[in-house]
């Protein structure tokens, strides 16, 4: 993410709030889905469903812990290569947090304005797809993905924390999560599998070959780069490199949100009852669907 100091203020402020919340206390629910009350009102939902989205937008849209951060600063580094200034995030990037008038100031904002979201497809408002705007969508292997939610929880002073791993994996197989079930969402989005302007890719996949992401996402919003544009973009975005600039970035939280970034760090957590069980549920609701395949589950998520 660009340096930018209204996403630091806008995240202590967020840790404010996380001080006084009890785990009790932590989600709400809205339209079936449990969302964080430290980030979420149901104002600013509201506000959102008149949102208007623009076919120019950028939306990024991933399951929290799928690597939303990676793809903001990935964006903020193409746009800033195309044109002569900076991209600075004027608002908290993530769509469905803030105030209930922030859209109306992003009303203002210059295009291409980029939007990540951890929101369910279905609760998209309307108008990024009337106004045919291009969705990316980064998907992470479960088994990771539960493990990096748990840490931020558990390793960040300011978030309330889960009593233990046991307990937060049985809230995570429910779907009692902030945002909801990472199950629910995956299918959610299996049923666009096939849509135009949705583009799907993995953060495994990324890890592996960040320069051919890259290129594959910049070809697909239209950015038009040279190879060393491209390279450049690819060095300034590895793990190390935003790991490295994660305090100016995102302030104190930086180092927690850039933890590892590794594939298979959920070896460390999961007993195997626990791998057992999210196998079969992977099983029940992906399992022969292109993006179940897309997904890898064999490679990265068997012992
Ligand atoms: N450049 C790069 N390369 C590889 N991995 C990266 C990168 N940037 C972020 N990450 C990892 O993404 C995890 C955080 O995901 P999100 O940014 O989606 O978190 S959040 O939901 O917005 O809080 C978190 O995963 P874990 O390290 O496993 O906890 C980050 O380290």
Same mark, same amino acid.
């Given at each position: ?14 840790? %404010? ?32 469903? =008149? ?20 793809? #903001?600063?990935?964006?903020? !580094? ?10 600075? =995030?004027?608002?908290?990037?993530? #769509? ?14 210059? +295009? ?5 979201? =951890? #929101?369910?497809?279905?609760? #998209? &408002? ?15 292997? &479960?088994?990771?993905?539960?493990? +990096? ?100 970035? =995102? ?20 007993? !195997? ?10 099983? %029940? ?19």
């Amino acid at each position: 993410m660009a340096q930018n100091s209204k996403v630091i203020e806008y995240i202590d402020e967020a840790l %404010e709030k996380s001080r006084e919340t009890a785990l009790s206390c932590l989600l709400f629910s809205y339209q079936g889905i449990t969302y964080p009350i430290t980030i979420c009102t149901a104002e600013t939902f509201q506000a959102l469903d =008149h949102f208007e989205a623009r076919r120019e937008d950028i939306v990024l849209a991933s399951y929290p812990k799928c690597g939303s951060n990676w793809l #903001l600063q990935i964006f903020s !580094e193409l746009i800033c290569a195309t044109s002569p200034q900076k991209y600075e =995030h004027p608002e908290f990037p993530v #769509l469905e947090c803030g105030d209930p008038e922030k859209y109306q100031r992003m009303k203002q904002f210059p +295009s291409p304005r980029i939007l990540a979201t =951890h #929101l369910h497809y279905d609760k #998209l &408002p309307k108008s990024i797809f009337t106004n045919k705007a291009k969705i990316l969508v980064m998907f992470r292997n &479960p088994k990771d993905t539960a493990t +990096s939610f748990f840490h931020f929880h558990n390793d960040v002073p300011d978030i309330p924390s889960y009593g233990s791993w046991d307990d937060f994996f049985s809230y995570f197989m429910k779907g009692q999560v902030s945002w909801g079930s990472y199950f629910d969402y995956v299918v959610n989005w299996s049923k666009h599998f096939d849509d135009e302007n949705i583009m799907f890719i993995l953060y495994e996949d990324l890890r592996e070959n960040l320069t051919a992401g890259v290129k594959q996402m910049a070809e697909f919003f239209g950015f038009s780069l040279t190879g060393q544009q491209i390279q450049t973009i690819s060095d300034r975005t590895t793990f190390q490199a935003m790991r490295a600039k994660s305090q100016e970035t =995102h302030g104190p939280i930086g180092p927690f949100l850039f933890r590892k970034g590794e594939v298979g760090d959920w070896k460390n957590l999961f007993s !195997e009852t626990q791998s057992k069980k999210m196998d079969e549920k992977f099983n %029940e609701c992906l399992a022969g669907t292109p993006l179940g395949m897309k997904l890898k589950y064999d490679t990265h998520c068997k012992a």
